[in-house]
């Protein structure tokens, strides 16, 4: 098993999805944000950053996280990573996200499809999580670099998870998705399922590259 550490802001959301025992067991820490940049974070495998964190404190973290993938570690991104005047190419390597906007009502409209497509089929994520259990909605797509692993693109190839092996030394797995904020505001069933089967996938399933040319198979439906 590995052992994680997750990210804290400070957020009434997050202190919800952080503390919620199901997903706390896999956990061995939660570090607060502000405290992030002086952390030491050689006991860890892997930390979970969530999404909608201040992204000035993120910045000033960015040492950490890095000294984190040089050694081989992994990092979990969720949500949009904007980028800023200090790291117009991205906080971190190989980030390159494009804002789009968001329909929170897609799955209401008559024969509606969600745009999403699984990729890589014989990837050990699958075997955990459906492609239905990872359909809400965006807030914009990735563009992953090249070589990385698409897990779940767009119609029009953007991708919404991949795994960067690619960009450092470490594992760099990064998701438009924002689990972690609506399942501790009350708000999209979805992301509770996700969570219940990404958490313990993170924590003990086999995190790899793969060497297959992507494979798509049939989008998902919101539920």
């Given at each position: 098993?590995?052992?994680?550490?997750?990210?804290?802001?400070?957020?009434?959301?997050?202190?919800?999805?952080?503390?919620?025992?199901?997903?706390?067991?896999?956990?061995?820490?939660?570090?607060?944000?502000?405290?992030?940049?002086?952390?030491?974070?050689?006991?860890?495998?892997?930390?979970?950053?969530?999404?909608?964190?201040?992204?000035?404190?993120?910045?000033?973290?960015?040492?950490?996280?890095?000294?984190?993938?040089?050694?081989?570690g992994t990092?979990?991104?969720f949500g949009?990573?904007?980028?800023?005047?200090?790291?117009?190419?991205?906080?971190?390597?190989?980030?390159?996200?494009?804002?789009?906007?968001?329909?929170?009502?897609?799955?209401?409209?008559?024969?509606?499809?969600?745009?999403?497509?699984?990729?890589?089929?014989?990837?050990?994520?699958?075997?955990?999580?459906?492609?239905?259990?990872?359909?809400?909605?965006?807030?914009?797509?990735?563009?992953?670099?090249?070589?990385?692993?698409?897990?779940?693109?767009?119609?029009?190839?953007?991708?919404?998870?991949?795994?960067?092996?690619?960009?450092?030394?470490?594992?760099?797995?990064?998701?438009?998705?924002?689990?972690?904020?609506?399942?501790?505001?009350?708000?999209?069933?979805?992301?509770?399922?996700?969570?219940?089967?990404?958490?313990?996938?993170?924590?003990?399933?086999?995190?790899?590259?793969?060497?297959?040319?992507?494979?798509?198979?049939?989008?998902?439906?919101?539920?």
């Open positions: 098993m590995r052992r994680l550490a997750a990210v804290y802001g400070g957020s009434a959301p997050h202190h919800r999805a952080l503390n919620e025992p199901k997903y706390a067991r896999w956990l061995a820490d939660c570090i607060y944000l502000p405290e992030l940049p002086n952390a030491d974070l050689t006991e860890y495998d892997g930390v979970i950053v969530p999404e909608r964190l201040h992204a000035g404190r993120l910045h000033a973290a960015r040492p950490r996280l890095l000294e984190m993938l040089e050694r081989a990092v979990v991104l949009e990573q904007p980028v800023c005047a200090r790291q117009p190419r991205g906080w971190l390597p190989g980030l390159d996200w494009e804002y789009r906007p968001t329909n929170y009502w897609w799955w209401l409209e008559p024969g509606a499809t969600s745009g999403l497509r699984a990729q890589h089929p014989e990837h050990d994520l699958w075997r955990h999580l459906t492609l239905k259990d990872a359909t809400w909605h965006q807030h914009g797509v990735y563009r992953a670099p090249p070589g990385a692993d698409v897990l779940i693109s767009t119609d029009d190839g953007g991708a919404i998870l991949y795994i960067d092996r690619v960009s450092t030394p470490g594992t760099l797995l990064v998701a438009a998705l924002d689990p972690m904020y609506h399942f501790g505001s009350y708000f999209m069933p979805a992301t509770e399922r996700f969570l219940d089967k990404f958490m313990p996938w993170l924590a003990e399933g086999e995190i790899r590259g793969s060497s297959d040319a992507p494979q798509e198979t049939h989008g998902a439906q919101h539920g």
